[in-house]
C-alpha cells in the first residue's frame, strides 16, 4: 500500500513527472484520472475530497467509479461541482431511496388505503403462495438518478461528458465485469449500483448485471487505460478480508464471498495510485445513508488532508482548472412519441392517462418522475423505469419500462389495541378477475371484532380517470360507553354496509366520489344501561346518496412531517327505517321514567320508534389538519373539524350522529380528539378546533403533544337556526381536551401509547395499539 504525504510527496511527484516527460512524445500536460471506490452510503465521503481537489484547482481529465462511486463519479463527470453534489445528497430522501417504498402522497388514491399497511406481501402464482425475494428493485433509485442525470441525456456516450467517465458493473451470465463507456447514464448507474444481497439485478440491454464491486471495486486499472498519467484513488471500502470472525451476518459472509475477486485485484490497484485516500469511516457501514451529514464531514476532513497534496500537484503541472457547477435546474425537452413495454394487466391507455404527457408535449424531468410516479402510484408495478432517445430533429422519444407485481398478492399483519384487542389481517388483492383494467381486495379481521370487506374498482372512461367502486363491509365492533371517563356499558354494533361510487382518480393529490349505499346496523346493550335488559336489539338501515372530495398530500399515513388533508363529506339520508326487537317472551317494554315507569305494549313498540325515526336529512363533514415544518426534528399542525346535521325536525329524532374522540380513525370520518376515548362523544352537530405538535428525535420515533376544544350542540332545526341564544350555551357543552403520545415505527407497525384528559371531568384515558389495522389509520 502507498499513501503519500506532503512529506515526501513532492520527490515522488518529480519523479514521476521526469518519467513521463521522458516516455511522452508530446509536450501535453500529464493527464489526471480519479478513482472512486464502492462502499455504500460511506461514498458519500468522495464529495469532501472532490471539494478539495477543487479547492487546489484540479479537475480531472478521467474519471472512473464503481457503485456509490460511479453515482458521485458520474454526476461530477457530467458536471456538477461538489458544493452541487453536497446538496443533492442532503436533499436526498435517503430513508426512501434504499427502500422499496414510495412516499404516501405519490400513491393513486385509490391505493392509499392499503398501501404499505402489512408486515408481508407474498405473492400468489398458480393459486401457490411464494416467498419474495426481499431485494429491493429501487425504484425511488432510479427516479433519483434519472433526475440528477438528466443534463447527460444530450450526450451519446461517456467520452463526451465535459469528463470522460467509466463505472463498472458484472455481467451476473459470464461473472465477468463490464466496463460501462456509452449508453444511457442513469442505467449505467443503476447498473453498477446494484449491490447483491440488497438490490435487484438490472436488466441491462438484455444482460441482467449486478454491483460492480463485485469484480473490480477500485477500478484504477481502468482509469489509466483511458490515459491516466496521475491517479487520485478515493477508497471508502475495507483494503483487505475481513477476518471471518469478525463477519456477524449472512449477507456480510455472502458479501466476503461476493467480493473475492474484487478484493484480490485490490492491492495492485491501490498500488497504482499517485495518491491514495482512504478517509477514516470506520464507525459506519455500507447502510448508513442516515448519517450522511457526519459521512459528508469526514469526506472534507480528508480532503483537507490531502490539499497539501492538491496544490503542490496543481503548481507543478502549473494548472488551475474552475469547477464552475451546472446548477441544479434544467432546460425542459420536446417528446415526439411514447413507447410502453413490459405490461400485461395494465392497458396503455390507462399507463398513460397516469403518465399525463402525450406526444408534442414539452416536459421538464420533473413532469417526466410525476408521471412516472402517478403510474407506480397504482401500485401493481415492482418496478417503472423509463428512458429517453432523442431523434436527429432533437426532440425526444420517450420509453416506458414497466415490471408489473403478480396477478394476485397475499398480505398479512398483526395488530392489538386496548379498545377492540389483537386481531390477524388478511388482504387478497387480485388484479383484472372482474374486466379489465380492475382491482378486487378481500380484506378480513380474525378477532374478537371480526371485520370484512370486499373492495372493488374498475377503471372506466377512454381516458380512465374516472372508476367504478363497488365496496361492501361488515363491521363487528364492541364499543364502551362512556361517563366522564369511566366505562358504563359496551355496546354490540353489527354494521353491513353495500355501496357503490364513481371516484375520480387522475390526481394523486385529490379525489372526488359520488355514490350511494345502504346501510343495515344491529346495536345492543351488554350490561343493559344503554337499553334496557328486555331489548334484543335496535336495528337501523337507511340508503343514503354521499358525496366526498378528499384532497391529501401527506407524506406518509401514519407518521406525517409535512402535507395537508383536507376531508368534505356530504350524505343525504334517506328511507330510514328504524326497529326495536324485544327478547324472546317479552311483550311490554318498559323504560324507568322519571316519576313511573313507562310501559310500551309490543304491538304498538313500531308506531312509538316511527317517532323517534327522522324524514330525509343532510349531514356535512369537515375535517382539516397541515403539518407545517419547524426543522427537521419538528413539525407543528393545526387541526379542524366539523359536523353538522340538516333536518326541518323537531329535536328528540334519532340522527347518525358524528364520532369524536380517540387516537384512531376506525371509519373514515371518525374524528380523534385529545382528553377523550374512542367515540366517547356522540352528537349530531360539533366543531373542533386543536394544535399538534409532533418531535422526532430519531428516524422511527415520533413524539405528539397538543390540545383542543371540542363544542358540541343537540339537533336544531335547520329552520330554527336563526333564533339560536348563544347564551344559553353552556360548559357542558365545551370540551378542553390535551394529552400526548408516543410512536415506534416497527416492523409490526406503529406501536403507540397515549395518555391524554380533559378539564371537564380530570380523568386520565390511557391509549396502547400495536401493528396495522383494519383500521382508516393506524396511529
Known amino acids: 500500500m502507498k499513501k503519500l504525504t506532503f512529506f515526501f510527496f513532492p520527490l515522488y511527484l518529480f519523479c514521476a513527472l521526469t518519467a513521463f516527460s521522458q516516455n511522452s512524445t508530446s509536450h501535453a500536460n500529464p493527464k489526471i484520472g480519479l478513482v472512486l471506490s464502492g462502499g455504500g452510503a460511506k461514498g458519500m465521503a468522495h464529495v469532501g475530497v472532490i471539494k478539495a481537489m477543487e479547492k487546489a484547482g484540479i479537475r480531472p481529465d478521467y474519471i472512473a467509479g464503481t457503485s456509490m462511486g460511479a453515482v458521485i463519479g458520474g454526476l461530477y463527470a457530467i458536471g456538477y461541482n ?52 426481499g431485494l429491493i428493485e429501487g425504484q425511488k433509485l432510479s427516479e433519483t438518478l434519472h433526475y440528477y442525470t438528466w443534463p447527460a441525456i444530450q450526450y451519446k456516450n461517456f467520452d463526451e461528458f465535459p469528463i470522460p467517465f467509466r463505472c463498472i458493473a458484472t455481467d451476473l451470465r459470464s461473472g465477468q465485469g463490464l466496463v460501462l463507456k456509452s449508453g444511457y447514464l442513469p442505467d449505467a448507474l443503476r447498473s453498477s449500483i446494484a449491490i447483491p444481497t440488497a438490490f435487484t439485478p438490472f436488466d441491462l440491454d438484455s444482460t441482467l448485471v449486478v454491483d460492480g464491486g ?11 487505460d483511458m490515459g491516466a498519467d496521475i491517479v487520485i484513488g478515493v477508497n471508502v471500502s475495507d483494503e483487505d478480508f475481513i477476518d471471518p470472525k469478525e463477519l456477524s451476518s449472512f449477507s456480510g459472509i455472502l458479501m466476503q464471498i461476493a467480493m473475492s475477486t474484487s478484493t484480490s485485484k485490490l492491492q495492485d490497484n491501490i ?25 459528508l464531514e469526514l469526506g472534507d476532513k480528508a480532503g483537507e488532508e490531502n490539499l497539501a497534496n492538491f496544490l503542490f500537484l496543481a503548481d507543478s503541472l502549473n494548472i488551475h482548472r474552475e469547477s464552475p457547477g451546472i446548477g441544479l435546474e434544467v432546460a425542459p425537452v420536446i417528446i415526439s412519441e411514447i413507447a410502453i413495454s413490459g405490461n400485461r394487466l395494465f392497458s396503455d391507455d390507462l399507463i398513460l392517462s397516469k403518465l399525463g404527457i402525450a406526444p408534442q408535449d414539452t416536459v421538464s424531468r420533473s413532469d417526466i418522475q410525476s408521471g412516472i410516479d402517478r403510474i407506480f402510484g397504482v401500485n401493481g408495478f415492482r418496478k417503472v423505469d423509463y428512458n429517453l432517445l432523442q431523434n436527429p430533429s432533437g426532440d425526444y422519444k420517450l420509453f416506458i419500462k414497466t415490471a408489473e407485481k403478480q396477478d394476485a398478492t397475499l398480505s398479512s399483519a398483526f395488530h392489538y389495541d386496548d379498545t377492540f384487542s389483537a386481531g390477524i389481517l388478511l388482504n387478497l388483492t387480485v388484479r383484472d378477475l372482474l374486466g379489465k383494467p380492475s382491482r378486487t381486495v378481500a380484506i378480513a379481521d380474525i378477532s374478537e371484532n371480526p371485520k370484512f370487506r370486499l373492495d372493488h374498482y374498475k377503471y372506466i372512461g377512454k381516458d380512465k380517470k374516472y372508476a367504478f367502486n363497488f365496496r361492501y363491509n361488515f363491521l363487528f365492533q364492541q364499543i364502551p360507553e362512556y361517563e366522564n371517563g369511566e366505562k358504563t356499558d359496551i355496546t354490540s354494533n353489527r354494521e353491513n354496509q353495500v355501496g357503490f361510487n364513481v371516484i375520480s382518480t387522475h390526481s394523486l393529490k385529490q379525489s372526488f366520489s359520488v355514490g350511494a349505499f345502504y346501510e343495515s346496523t344491529r346495536t345492543k346493550s351488554r350490561f343493559n344501561v344503554e337499553f334496557p335488559e328486555d331489548v334484543r336489539g335496535g336495528y337501523f338501515n337507511f340508503l343514503s346518496f354521499r358525496f366526498i372530495h378528499n384532497r391529501n398530500s401527506l407524506n406518509d399515513r401514519n407518521y406525517p412531517t409535512r402535507g395537508a388533508e383536507t376531508i368534505v363529506e356530504s350524505i343525504f339520508y334517506s328511507f330510514n327505517k328504524y326497529k326495536i326487537k324485544l327478547k324472546n317472551g317479552v311483550d311490554t317494554l318498559v323504560f324507568n321514567g322519571d316519576e313511573e315507569p313507562i310501559k310500551i305494549p309490543s304491538n304498538l313498540l313500531d308506531q312509538t320508534v316511527d317517532l323517534f325515526t327522522p324524514n330525509g336529512y343532510v349531514s356535512v363533514y369537515l375535517n382539516y389538519v397541515k403539518y407545517f415544518p419547524i426543522s427537521h426534528k419538528f413539525q407543528v399542525a393545526p387541526t379542524f373539524a366539523a359536523g353538522i346535521t340538516l333536518s326541518e325536525q323537531e329535536e328528540g329524532f334519532i340522527f347518525n350522529e358524528f364520532s369524536i374522540g380517540g387516537y384512531q380513525r376506525v371509519q373514515f370520518n371518525d374524528t380523534p380528539s385529545w382528553g377523550l376515548n374512542y367515540r366517547e362523544l356522540s352528537t349530531p352537530n360539533f366543531a373542533k378546533l386543536g394544535i399538534l405538535g409532533q418531535f422526532v428525535p430519531t428516524n422511527n420515533i415520533y413524539m405528539r403533544f397538543g390540545g383542543n376544544i371540542v363544542a358540541h350542540n343537540p339537533h336544531v332545526p335547520i329552520n330554527q337556526i336563526n333564533k339560536l341564544d348563544f347564551s344559553n350555551i353552556t360548559e357542558e357543552r365545551f370540551i378542553f381536551g390535551y394529552g400526548m403520545d ?6 409490526l407497525g406503529p406501536i403507540t401509547g397515549g395518555i391524554g384528559s380533559n378539564a371537564k371531568d380530570g380523568t386520565l384515558r390511557y391509549y396502547l395499539s400495536i401493528g396495522f389495522s383494519f383500521n382508516y389509520s393506524d396511529r
Open 82 to 133: 461538489a458544493d452541487e453534489l453536497e446538496s443533492i445528497i442532503k436533499q436526498a430522501d435517503w430513508s426512501l431511496i434504499v427502500s422499496n417504498r414510495v412516499n404516501f402522497n405519490n400513491i393513486s388514491f385509490e391505493e392509499k388505503e392499503y398501501y404499505n399497511r402489512y408486515m408481508l406481501e407474498l405473492p400468489v402464482i398458480d393459486r401457490k403462495i411464494s416467498v419474495p425475494t
Open 214 to 224: 463485485v469484480v473490480n471495486n477500485f477500478p484504477v486499472d481502468v482509469v489509466k
Open 271 to 295: 498500488a497504482n495510485c499517485d495518491i491514495y485516500i482512504k478517509p477514516d469511516l470506520k464507525n459506519y457501514s455500507t447502510a448508513s445513508f442516515s448519517s450522511f451529514n457526519e459521512i
Open 742 to 747: 408516543v410512536s415506534y415505527d416497527s416492523f
